[in-house]
Every structure is written in structure tokens, then in C-alpha cells.
């Protein structure tokens, strides 16, 4: 555990160290601040239920540059190799990896924190707690799944724009195939349904913790893990 | 300390190592001398247990590299080729993260990073980003972060490439002085470097171990002589007498007995050049002398030396094209 820990660690202090993810998180602040400010102009509503559905898209296009360098990275550099020849195991690594991306999406996460704040002190009457809670759960499980996602893509190549497209493809598949459910008919359509984050995004924001839509999230984690823990080991294979 | 055993490597129908065995005893040196393409840094990466191999078995300290890889990992402190490290780290970062995944106590962490950066002399730059280092640093952190821990066996492959004279001087010291408490095993294609730094070596060519001697006994062969072997029927005083009154002859050995036939085999050292064959055949039968064999010996020991790298001086000019 102390090297889960520590690899994470590393990830997360890498960040803060690297230019790329103050670009990232500028350009978040910067979308989202203004997604904020006219939906709320608009509405006239202190509530961020809208805003959550947004934030669903900006993690589309976020999340795969946040996790593209960091599998990709350490095998072109060749640091994976002292990584892997050190006590650690392969399932520490991919974990700790994890964590530390997931630590730095909390961070940006919480940069949002201050527009609740802002309905509070000007909200007439005060807004809704719930919905608010259950919207950042949401927005954070999706983001926990598109991490995975995005750190499987990087451990199948050395080159992080590769990483990157095929996470962004990967994540636009999911994304829109709630679309395809449409036009494929009943019993493949459900399935495409299912596999749409958007269709369990949606109750987050609402306010509602839906079971199904936890555990869709979680497996999604899971399984992306799980891949990403064979994909290293398949490497030790190959190498 | 180390036992290698067997190990060959396939990379699909390109074999690298074929049944390469060797081992290496507690407080040795021991180096791995091989021209570039060798073997020696896939011999490395299966004893640390980056890849497995193919087949046949390595350990150390007893503890298989792949059945029980973690605790063998622990063993070992490893510096690779071209020394990959977090560019984005200070040195002192980046160490106390090695020392961390080395599973080093706490309490005992900030010690073990100031010894060696002590050791390596790096601690004048241990708050500089590693990316902003020469490779001459970069190098010396490469091995500061394997001293981690003390581990009982280092793995050190090609640990002066890309340094300057002065520089390659104090990492060999540093290495010769590694011997005793630390079992190494490192890595070279420039032969100079395993005379002063190690106590024994082994040659690889084309994935096959050609020779495990001392340095000193090797560059007597690399002198240039050539060996010859002969097997004899005759007394040995008197065949060994015959033997070296042949002009180019320099020494004679006796590598067998316990024949009872009366039949010896004789390794017999020549001066390089000019064919000594002919000279003691007609020796030996000169002399009255039974001549069942006679053949040349170790040459493929000689072809390996021809592509090492001899001439310390122009190590660096050959490395940037390699």
C-alpha cells in the first residue's frame, strides 16, 4: 500500500510541476466559470444542475489530456523500467497511477467549489443542497471512469497523442451511443444504451443516486483497471 | 550470490541469448564484457526481472528472478542503460521516491538519501531539476538511486557511457569500491574498464558466453598469443621440453591428465602471427612422439576482442553512434 501511495504521490506532484496541467485546469475554470455565469444569467436559477450536464462534456475533452502521459511517458522514457525493477508490483503502479490522476481531477473539482458558494451568499431563497451533492458525485464517477479509460489507452502506446485520440474516441463512443439506441431497434439498442454515459449521467444532476448508475460508473473503473494491469504485464511479456 | 543458469532469450525468431550460464560469487565484481548487441543488456533486464526468459532459470540470493521476482527485486539495486529518470524531479525528490518504493523505513530514509548522494557527490545539486543536470550527474543519480537500501547484489549497465575522463575515473573508483559489501555485476563494451574495475569477467558474443576468466589472465591472451592444442602420446617431460624449444613458443601448459595411456593434452601459447602449427608438428614427431591431435584453440575468443573497444580514447566518439 505504501507504494500505492508513493506512486501516486509522484503522479500528482508531477502535475502540479507540469505546464500541461495548468493549461488544462485554466481552460476548465475558464469554460466552466463561463458556462456558470450565463446559465445562471438565463435562468435565474441558483441551482447548477445545468452546469453538471456541461461538465460531462468538458471532461470528454479534458481527461484524455490529463491521463495521456501517464503510462505512454514512463515507457518511452524507459523510467518504467526502474519503476518495474523496483519492489513494486504491476497492480501498485497502475493503481497509484490511478489515484494520482483521480487526486488531480478532485483538485480541479474542487477549484468549482466557490460558484455554490456564490448561490449561497446571493441565492434568494437558498439553494438546494441535494441536487448539489449528487451533481458532483456524478460529475465525479464519470470523471473517475473517463481516467481509467484514458490510463488504459496509455499503457497500449509509447506515443501520449496517440493515448490521447484513442481515449477522446473511445470516450465519444460512449458518449454518443445513446444516439445509435435510436436507430439499432430494441434489443441492441438497449445495449448501446446502457453502455451511454450520458443516460446515467443524467440523474446525478436531478439529484437522484441511482444504484445502477454508481455500479455503471464503478465497473467502468474497475474493468479499465483491471485491462490496464494486463496490458503491463503482457509488456514484461513481450519486452 | 548470483546463479545464472540456462538462460536463453528469444525476441520472436531472433534468439539473444543462447544457454548462457554463469555465476557470481559474494563481493565479486564481475564484469560483462561483450561488443554492442551482445546479450548483455537483455542478461540484465531478465536478472532484474524486467522480462523473463525463455528458458533456464536465474537467481539471486537464492531467490528466483521470476517465480519469486519481488523478493529477488528487493535484492537488487539496478542502474540501466541510458539511465531513464524523472526529468521533472529534484534530485533529492527523486531519490526520496526510490527510497520509498525500495520500501526503505521512514526514519531511515532521509539518511540512506544523504548517503548516497554523499557517496555519488551529487549532494551539491540535490535541489536542481534532474532535466537541467549534465549526463554526467544524471549518471551519478542513476547510481545513487541503486546504492539505495544497500542492496545486496548491483546491476550496472554500461555505467561510464557518455562520461568524461575525469568523470569515468571517480564512477569506476566508486564501483571498485562498491566490491566487498556489494556483489556487482556491470556491463561494458570498452575492455580497459574491466581491468580496473573488476575482479573477474565474463565475455559474451552473439548471445553466448565465450569466456569467463580474470582481467589479467585475458589481456594475456589478447596479447597475442595464440593458443594451440596438442594431444600427445609420450613422456611429458620430455614432449613439454620438445614443445618449447620451438622458436614462437612462449608457454606450455598441461590442461589434462589421468590418461593412463600415456596420452597428454598439452595447451601450448604462441606469439601472434606466423602459423607455429607446421613448426610443432614436425616437433613433436621430430622428437619420436606419438601426435594424435593438434588444433588451434580460442579463437573465437579473438574475434570477440577485435570488435571490443580497446582504445579508451575514443569511447565517446563511438557511443554517440551507437
Known amino acids: ?239 | 550470490m548470483i546463479d545464472v543458469q540456462h538462460l536463453t532469450k528469444d525476441y520472436g525468431a531472433y534468439r539473444a541469448l543462447h544457454d548462457v550460464t554463469f555465476r557470481v560469487e559474494k563481493g565479486e565484481v564481475l564484469g560483462f564484457l561483450g561488443p554492442n548487441g551482445a546479450g548483455k543488456t537483455t542478461t540484465m533486464r531478465i536478472l532484474t526481472g524486467y522480462m523473463p526468459a525463455s528458458s533456464g532459470t536465474a537467481k539471486i540470493a537464492g531467490y528466483d528472478v521470476f517465480t519469486q521476482s519481488v523478493e529477488a527485486r528487493r535484492r537488487v539495486g539496478y542502474m540501466p542503460e541510458n539511465v531513464p529518470l524523472y526529468g521533472e524531479m529534484t534530485v533529492r525528490g527523486y531519490l526520496d521516491f526510490m527510497a520509498k518504493i525500495k520500501n526503505i523505513p521512514r526514519a531511515e530514509r532521509k539518511i540512506q538519501v544523504e548517503r548516497v548522494m554523499e557517496s555519488t557527490r551529487t549532494t551539491e545539486r540535490s535541489n536542481q531539476l534532474i532535466e537541467k543536470l549534465s549526463k554526467g550527474f544524471r549518471q551519478r543519480v542513476g547510481l545513487a538511486q541503486a546504492l539505495l537500501g544497500n542492496p545486496d547484489v548491483l546491476v550496472l549497465d554500461e555505467p561510464t557511457v557518455g562520461l568524461d575522463p575525469k568523470q569515468i575515473i571517480e564512477v569506476r573508483n566508486l564501483i571498485r569500491g562498491l566490491g566487498g559489501d556489494h556483489t556487482v555485476i556491470l556491463s561494458t563494451h570498452i575492455l580497459p574498464e574491466v581491468s580496473v574495475t573488476c575482479s573477474r569477467v565474463v565475455i559474451i558474443n552473439d548471445g553466448r558466453v565465450v569466456a569467463v576468466d580474470t582481467p589479467d589472465n585475458l589481456t594475456r591472451r589478447l596479447r597475442g598469443s595464440e593458443a594451440i592444442q596438442l594431444e600427445v602420446r609420450g613422456p611429458r617431460a620430455a614432449v613439454t621440453a620438445r614443445l618449447q624449444s620451438v622458436p614462437s613458443v612462449t608457454a606450455v601448459t598441461i590442461a589434462s591428465d589421468g590418461r593412463s595411456d600415456g596420452v597428454t593434452t598439452y595447451n601450448v601459447a604462441c606469439e601472434l602471427g606466423g602459423d607455429a602449427r607446421e613448426l610443432l608438428a614436425a616437433a613433436v614427431v621430430g622428437g619420436g612422439f606419438g601426435l594424435l591431435e593438434l588444433r588451434q584453440a580460442g579463437m573465437s575468443l579473438e574475434d570477440v576482442f577485435l570488435k571490443l573497444t580497446t582504445d579508451e580514447t575514443d569511447t565517446g566518439s563511438g557511443e554517440v553512434a551507437a
Open chain 1, 1 to 239: 500500500m505504501t507504494n500505492v501511495v508513493a506512486v501516486a504521490e509522484r503522479e500528482l506532484k508531477s502535475y502540479f510541476v507540469s505546464p500541461v496541467a495548468y493549461v488544462i485546469t485554466a481552460l476548465f475554470l475558464l469554460i466552466s466559470g463561463f458556462l456558470f455565469s450565463v446559465i445562471l444569467l438565463q435562468s435565474n436559477e441558483a441551482t447548477l444542475r445545468y452546469l453538471f450536464s456541461n461538465l460531462g462534456v468538458i471532461w470528454l475533452f479534458i481527461t484524455p489530456a490529463l491521463t495521456m502521459r501517464l503510462l505512454a511517458e514512463e515507457s518511452r522514457s524507459g523510467t518504467i523500467e526502474l519503476l518495474l525493477t523496483n519492489p513494486v508490483r504491476d497492480f501498485e503502479v497502475v493503481l497509484g497511477k490511478y489515484l494520482g490522476a483521480l487526486g488531480f481531477l478532485l483538485f480541479m473539482v474542487a477549484c468549482t467549489l466557490y460558484y455554490p458558494l456564490l448561490l449561497f451568499i446571493f441565492g434568494e431563497p437558498d439553494p438546494d443542497v441535494g441536487p448539489m451533492l449528487t451533481g458532483y458525485l456524478g460529475v465525479i464517477l464519470q470523471g473517475a471512469a473517463f481516467l481509467a479509460i484514458g490510463l488504459l489507452a496509455s499503457s497500449l502506446t509509447q506515443n501520449q497523442i496517440v493515448a490521447a485520440v484513442l481515449t477522446f474516441a473511445i470516450l465519444l463512443i460512449l458518449w454518443l451511443s445513446e444516439s445509435v439506441a435510436n436507430f439499432v431497434g430494441r434489443p441492441m439498442g438497449d445495449v448501446t444504451r446502457y453502455l451511454s454515459t450520458t443516460s446515467h449521467f443524467q440523474d446525478f444532476s436531478r439529484g437522484v443516486i441511482d444504484t445502477t448508475h454508481v455500479v455503471y460508473f464503478l465497473s467502468i473503473v474497475a474493468a479499465a483497471l483491471f485491462l490496464t494491469l494486463l496490458s503491463l504485464q503482457a509488456r514484461r511479456w513481450r519486452a
